[in-house]
């Protein structure tokens, strides 16, 4: 391993795209904003970065390539690459960290207006009936036989949690939409959905 070299997560993400197959800088790009960027966003900024790392990490080979004037660098995994991807599939990952602004605006909402919160729920429901869009649009691509039809069993294990996700937030926007219509412009005050938290608390596994 290269010194000051350390693989992160975003590290294994792009060499288990190349384990799939060699990939130039570019199609290395539309291939992580098809996939990894809808629930590993951070590789997205590390396109550029990241490659180069693997080949440092000996993870990875770079090899120049010519396309009449255009030049192009590919990165194929090596049996190093892949010896270290399989290491790391073997261990357990880091639980999942929600993370969204709309989420963040309705905790702060008794700060603001009903017509924001109402505002932000509305722009919660169209995203989640964005991504309900493109999980549909792959869905029926991979269905044909997509580009890599090996990968079906297990691109199908992610699809559907994305495509459940998508409508579980639509379906949460919904509801809290039509209870927000019923609140008084003034949020200082505001009654409190006890069978939503007697439903939250029923939830419970351990059966308490």
Known sequence: MSRGQT??????????????????????????????????????????????KLVALGYATAETQHQGRRRRTVYAITPEGRRALAAWLATTGAPPALESEQLLRVFLADQGTRQDLLDTLAATRAWARERAVVDAAIAREHLGGGPFPQRLAVNTLVGRYLSDMSEATERWADWASEIVRDWPDDLSELPVDTDALQMIADRDPAGR
Do not use: D, H, M
């Open 7 to 52: 693989p992160t997560t975003t590290s294994y993400a792009t060499l288990g795209l190349l384990a799939v197959q060699p990939w130039s800088t570019y199609e290395l790009t539309n291939q992580i904003r098809r996939s990894l960027a809808r629930f590993w966003p951070r590789a997205a900024s590390k396109l550029y970065e990241e490659p180069r």
